[in-house]
């Protein structure tokens, strides 16, 4: 008896509805494949463009105009260094680089360079070809280093420049992508894992950014396939349960996200024991993303008096995180986030402290007359400390 129900018809039902849950995913793989192989991939996966207004100079003197960003002197040992910020760029989506630079020499060499979010500390870089005067284009494709995600990508021009160079912009653009490649990306998509972020406490993406398959896209895809299949399969009447179907697919896919969510919080749980468990307060505060600026700060700590001193913090994002950091890891002294400049003298008195982190490239620091300069502005300062990350100042008289 057993056997015939299981076979019969009360069975019918369950089989039609995992037949079309199955089968509502097969669609849904097709269809997005189709749509990709189609050339979709260049209406979702649209260009990376940094123009010379949104790249920065990190060695050398120059400023941005109409037509670039314009250098029109080397740094040390002849470095000339511009770059910019990327959105977390998928490096196997994006392999095709050009660039724009007007003012190149034949005996000038060009380096492209760039940091991934898994190492974001070392930076990787390419000697580009001389394709043409202006710039030129590279397939990335077969660079090693080009991998994960992107984070930051620049130029790197050595020699001297008898002219100003011009750099008018970097783009990467997608290059299309095979079935094999499409569905390694798919499961790379759901995959991924989801590290703590500045916004976690509020905000969970469900994504890796700019991801071709989001989860929950696809999922809502899989759930209306699968729907319309069974209604194909079994089409609905009005009948008591006739909606029990439908819901319990929405309920699969509502499991199929959470599970990936109780995957991604586990692996979080796992990555903050390792980094935290165990540690005093201070390993806890070096271990944190901000590890390296709470080391200099400690440093930078040791040199502040004892009584809450005023603090001017300088840097080239004031609003940025690491001022903002800086602030709150030197409480209580008074600190004054806000300066993307040097204090003029009528902003800054004797005995008060500037902080500079990340300079803007016109400071120098006269070690023998003990002036901070930048701008025409000069203000008799004393250095207390000095590091990678930046460095203390106290204001004197003068």
């Not at 994006?94 to 034949?106: C, K, N």
């Not at 300066?339 to 006269?366: C, K, S």
């Amino acid at each position: 008896m057993t056997k015939s129900l299981l076979l019969g018809r009360p069975a019918r039902p369950f089989l039609l509805w995992m037949l079309a849950a199955s089968g509502g995913a097969l669609l849904l793989i097709v269809a997005l494949l189709l749509f990709y192989l189609s050339g979709g991939l260049a209406q979702v996966a649209l260009p990376v463009v940094l123009t010379g207004a949104s790249l920065q100079l990190a060695s050398g003197q120059g400023a941005p105009t109409a037509a670039g960003l314009e250098i029109r002197q080397p740094g040390p040992q002849e470095l000339t260094v511009v770059r910019g910020a990327v959105r977390r760029v998928q490096a196997t989506l994006y392999r095709r680089l050009s660039w724009q630079v007007s003012g190149l020499q034949p005996e000038h060499e060009v380096r492209l360079v760039w940091a991934t979010l898994d190492d974001p500390r070392t930076t990787r870089e390419r000697v580009l070809p001389p394709d043409s005067a202006d710039g030129g284009v590279l397939d990335l494709s077969a660079e090693p280093g080009w991998q994960g995600r992107i984070i930051a990508i620049g130029l790197v021009v050595r020699g001297p420049l008898a002219q100003p160079l011009v750099v008018r912009g970097l783009e990467l653009r997608p290059m299309p992508l095979t079935t094999g490649q499409l569905l390694r990306q798919m499961v790379e998509d759901w995959t991924t894992f989801e590290d703590w972020s500045q916004r976690s406490i509020n905000y969970i993406a469900g994504a890796p950014a700019n991801a071709l398959f989001p989860p929950v896209l696809m999922t809502a895809l899989w759930i209306g396939f699968s729907a319309a299949l069974y209604a194909l399969f079994q089409p609905p009447r009005r009948a008591p349960g006739v909606l029990l179907p439908y819901a319990a697919l929405f309920l699969l896919g509502w499991l199929a996200l959470d599970l990936r969510w109780q995957w991604d919080l586990g692996q979080r749980l796992a990555r903050t024991a390792e980094s935290f468990a165990g540690k005093d307060e201070t390993g806890r505060r070096l271990a944190a993303l901000d590890g390296e600026l709470y080391r200099f700060l400690l440093e930078v700590r040791q040199r502040l008096p004892e009584k809450p001193a005023r603090l001017l913090i300088v840097s080239t994002d004031p609003g940025g995180f690491l001022a903002g950091r800086a602030r709150y890891h030197l409480l209580p002294h008074n600190g004054y986030a806000g300066l993307g400049r040097l204090p003029h003298p009528g902003e800054a008195r004797a005995g008060d402290y500037v902080l500079i982190l990340t300079p803007p490239n016109d400071v120098r620091y006269d070690h023998e007359r003990q002036l901070l300069e930048s701008a025409g502005v000069r203000l008799p300062a004393e250095m207390l400390y000095a590091a990678a990350s930046g460095a203390l100042f106290r204001v004197k008289e003068g």
